[in-house]
């Protein structure tokens, strides 16, 4: 889901009018499903799910920072489809997601939109640089070898 995030988003850049439309639309539903998901996944978490204890031999700190970036993925997956749901209902104008029009709940903002773009924006870099990054490949590759 969060690869076809990545994907929908950069194709919305590159389409024209049209095609943008539909990209729009399937980013928006993805982050739907997204957010779903991640709800799901976290009262699964929380509910039924087995962690084995971390290694004897890692640092307390490095637990810390395991269980805070696990949390801070989780609060970013929540957060990140509500500052793209906020942003375009801040444009005032109906839009769609999945095959229904949602309809305008509000007068167009233009600085409420753009705030909710510019957050909206950085926390696409913070869930890139964690959640597809090198950062987790590094971290995984060095416990494995520990």
């Known amino acids: 889901m969060i690869a076809g995030m990545f994907a ?4 919305l850049l590159a389409s024209d009018r049209e095609d943008a ?20 996944r976290l009262g699964w978490r929380f509910s039924y799910a087995y962690l084995p204890p971390f290694p004897q031999n890692m640092p307390e700190v490095q637990q810390r920072l395991a ?7 989780y609060a970013l997956l929540l957060f990140q489809p509500l500052t793209g749901l906020a942003q375009s209902l801040a444009r005032g104008r109906h839009f769609m997601l999945f095959a229904w029009q949602v309809p305008s709940v509000m007068t167009g903002d233009k600085p409420l939109t753009a705030l909710f773009h510019q957050i909206h924006a950085l926390c696409y870099w913070v869930v890139n640089l964690d959640a597809g990054s090198a950062l ?11």
């Open 67 to 73: 269980k805070a970036s696990e949390y801070g993925l």
């Open 136 to 146: 987790h490949a590094v971290v995984d590759i060095y416990h494995r070898g520990s």
């Open 21 to 40: 439309a539909v990209m729009l639309t399937v980013h928006r539903s993805l982050g739907v499903v997204t957010w779903a998901a991640a709800i799901i």
């Open 8 to 11: 929908s988003a950069w194709l």
